[in-house]
């Protein structure tokens, strides 16, 4: 069973800076894109950031120049460093993993979340 478990998430002032980790588990995670996902409240989960299994990166034009997605595979982890945070960015992160192969495992595997809030 893919088990996916973030964490850094706090409370920051807007501008200030901080690291998010998707510690993964339960899959082979060089065969997987990893992506991270934001939920606001009352608002539909947005996505963020993804790196694929081939090194491959992608961004929301709300996260291209302030947040930097990477991956490290020795430790079945993902980061996202967010930088520049503004209150816009309050959200529960969530990290996802999605196989590069169906066959591989279930599409779209889900962490629990972190809480980021960034005070004006």
């Known amino acids: 069973q893919v088990q996916l478990v973030e964490s850094g998430g706090r409370l920051v002032q807007a501008g200030g800076s901080l690291k998010l980790s998707c510690a993964a588990s339960?899959?082979?995670?060089?065969?997987?894109?990893m992506n991270w996902f934001r939920q606001a409240p009352g608002k539909e989960r947005q996505f963020v950031a993804g790196?694929?299994?081939?090194?491959?990166?992608y961004y929301a034009n709300s996260a291209r120049g302030r947040f930097t997605i990477s991956r490290d595979n020795a430790e079945n982890t993902v980061y996202l460093h967010m930088n520049s945070l503004r209150p816009e960015d309050t959200a529960v992160y969530y990290c996802n993993a999605d196989p590069r192969s169906p066959g591989l495992g279930p599409p779209f595997s889900w962490g629990q979340g972190t809480q980021v809030t960034v005070s004006s």
């Open positions: 790196i694929s299994w081939n090194g491959q990166i």
């Open positions: 339960g899959l082979t995670f060089s065969d997987y894109t």
